[in-house]
């Protein structure tokens, strides 16, 4: 009986500590998402810059259509749709 309730107080300890183990990965993983997301934005201020630096030098850079897709702001919202949807097929 004693061992059986060992058993029931070590399994209980595991799966707390399991429990505390996926909240501590979901928090690292939410903020690796805003992590990218931020750097996401100065990557497109930092490409702003250059692009009105090189037509400040003369250089036609509007034909560029990579560019030009490059220097739109990233859409979150589809960009999370798009990973709900995802996460629904696993499921």
Do not use: H, Y
Not at 16 to 40: C, F, K
Not at 64 to 89: F, G, H, S, V
Request: aromatic share 2%; proline share 1%.
């Amino acid at each position: 009986m004693i061992v059986s309730l060992e058993a029931i107080f070590l399994s209980i300890i595991v799966l707390i500590s399991q429990n505390r183990g996926e909240r501590v990965a979901d928090l690292r993983q939410e903020m690796d998402l805003q992590l990218d997301i931020l750097t996401e934005d100065e990557l497109t201020k930092m490409m702003r810059m250059l692009a009105l630096l090189l037509e400040k030098q003369g250089l036609d850079v509007s034909n560029d259509t990579e560019l030009q897709e490059m220097l739109r702001p990233t859409n979150i919202e589809k960009i999370q749709t798009i990973l709900e949807e995802q996460i629904n097929l696993k499921k």
